[in-house]
């Protein structure tokens, strides 16, 4: 049933809100690697690659965000549309920042957990996801803290509900790597102990609090 129902269902993608397509190809690449399939885990990874970089922003990208293959968002307008009308990028900004934090959230879990499951095979993708998910954590984490948003972010106002996502992140990037993220520490500390969204993740406290191997 994975392999002919559940697989074919999410192996393609979508390019609808970036959380989709991320959670999309989480599930795909844990079905690739419990089916022992890597022409699925390398296509599930493909695009993985391909949607990440145009779901968090970098200052290094330039002025407009990336986008992903196949997307047709080839014009500014386009662009600013998508992200949900937001014409200022900052770093760490996603592209659902401006929707809400709580599908914001379910993208950059879905990073972790990809990143986490390649990691496992043999296969670092921190070198080329790392500092965005480091940058879209601490982003988030900072206004999910309670500091106001300047006017140019989301019309100066932002939906939060970000929900447990923090851990695996943080975990990988903090705990592993040594990399400083005060505001994603901050925040992890006070969820503790991480519950579950009663979607994909759950109990991740248990699972990778302070846990680095």
């Known amino acids: 049933m994975l392999r002919t129902v559940y697989l074919p269902k999410v192996i393609g993608g979508s390019n609808s809100n970036g959380n989709w397509e991320l959670v999309m190809m989480e599930a795909a690449t844990g079905i690739s690697v419990f089916l022992d399939d890597r022409a699925d885990y390398d296509k599930a990874i493909a695009k993985f690659r391909g949607r990440v970089p145009a779901y968090v922003y970098l200052e290094s990208d330039g002025s407009l965000p990336k986008t992903a293959p196949g997307s047709g968002l080839d014009t500014r307008d386009k662009i ?3 992200w949900q009308g937001q014409s200022t990028f900052v770093t760490g900004l996603t592209q659902e920042t401006c929707r809400d934090f709580t599908h914001t ?9 990809v990143a986490e499951t390649s990691r ?11 500092e965005r998910l480091q940058q879209a954590l601490g982003f988030q984490s900072k206004y999910e803290l309670g500091e106001a948003p300047p006017s140019w972010l989301c019309g100066g106002s932002v939906k939060r509900g970000l929900g447990p996502i923090t851990e695996v992140g ?3 990037l903090h705990n592993r790597l040594g990399i400083a993220m005060a505001n994603t520490q901050k925040l992890t500390e006070r969820q503790r102990p991480a519950g579950t969204n009663s979607l994909f993740l759950g109990w991740e406290t248990l699972t990778h609090g302070d846990n680095p191997s």
């Open 170 to 172: 943080y975990n990988a």
């Open 80 to 82: 600013i549309k998508y």
């Open 120 to 130: 496992i095979q043999g296969q670092d993708l921190y070198p080329e996801v790392g």
């Open 105 to 113: 959230g379910y993208g950059i879990a879905s990073i972790a957990h």
